[in-house]
C-alpha cells in the first residue's frame, strides 16, 4: 500500500466525517425542532430531546473535526505570509505543529478511553442512556484526527499532492 495510498486514505476518512457529522446535524435539527413544536403546540418540553441534541453535538464536533483535520481547514496562522518565512522554514514548523497536535489529541484520546469504564454504570437522566456514549465520540474523534494529521505529516515530508492541495489558504483563493 504505501504513500500513494495515502490520498484514497485522507478523501475516504474525510468523506465519512462529513457523513456522520451531516447525520448528526440532521438528528440535532430534528430534536430541536421537536422540541420547540412541542412547547408551542402542547405548552410541555420533551425531556429526553435536549439531552440527545447534546449528545449528538458531541459526535458533530469531535468527528466533524476529522475533515478539518484532513483538509487542514482548521484555524491557523500562515506565519510564511504573516514573517515572511521561506517555504523550507514554514514546512519544518508545519511539521512541529503536527507533532504537537498528534500529542495533545494523544492524550485527549487517552483520557477518553480511561473514563469510559469509570461511567459506564452512570446514565442520562431523561433518556437512560450510559454516559459512555458521550465520551465515545471524543475518543474516536481524537484518533481519527490522530490519522488525519498522520496523514497529513507524511505528506509534508514528502511534499505530496495532500499537503500542497490542503495547504491553501482562504485569502489565495480570492486573489
Not at 458533530?60 to 496562522?77: D, K, P
Not at 505570509?81 to 485527549?108: E, H, K, Q
Request: aromatic share 8%.
Amino acid at each position: 500500500m504505501g504513500l500513494k495510498a495515502l490520498p484514497a486514505i485522507a478523501e475516504a476518512i474525510a468523506r465519512g466525517a462529513v457523513l456522520v457529522a451531516g447525520i448528526a446535524l440532521a438528528i440535532i435539527l430534528l430534536l430541536i425542532g421537536a422540541q420547540i413544536g412541542s412547547r408551542v403546540f402542547t405548552g410541555d418540553s420533551l425531556s429526553w430531546s435536549d439531552e440527545l441534541a447534546r449528545l449528538f453535538f458531541i459526535y458533530l464536533v469531535f468527528i466533524g473535526a476529522t475533515e478539518a483535520s484532513m483538509r487542514r481547514n482548521h484555524i491557523a496562522v500562515d506565519l510564511r505570509d504573516t514573517f515572511g518565512l521561506s517555504d523550507s522554514v514554514d514546512r519544518v514548523l508545519d511539521l512541529v505543529r503536527m507533532v504537537l497536535c498528534v500529542a495533545v489529541l494523544a492524550v485527549i484520546a487517552v483520557g477518553a478511553w480511561k473514563i469510559i469504564p469509570v461511567v459506564e454504570n452512570m446514565q442520562r437522566p431523561a433518556t437512560r442512556l450510559s454516559t459512555t456514549w458521550m465520551y465515545y465520540p471524543i475518543f474516536v474523534g481524537s484518533l481519527l484526527m490522530i490519522v488525519a494529521t498522520a496523514i497529513n505529516f507524511f505528506s509534508c515530508l514528502t511534499g505530496g499532492s495532500i499537503y500542497r492541495d490542503n495547504a491553501k489558504n482562504q485569502h489565495d483563493l480570492l486573489e
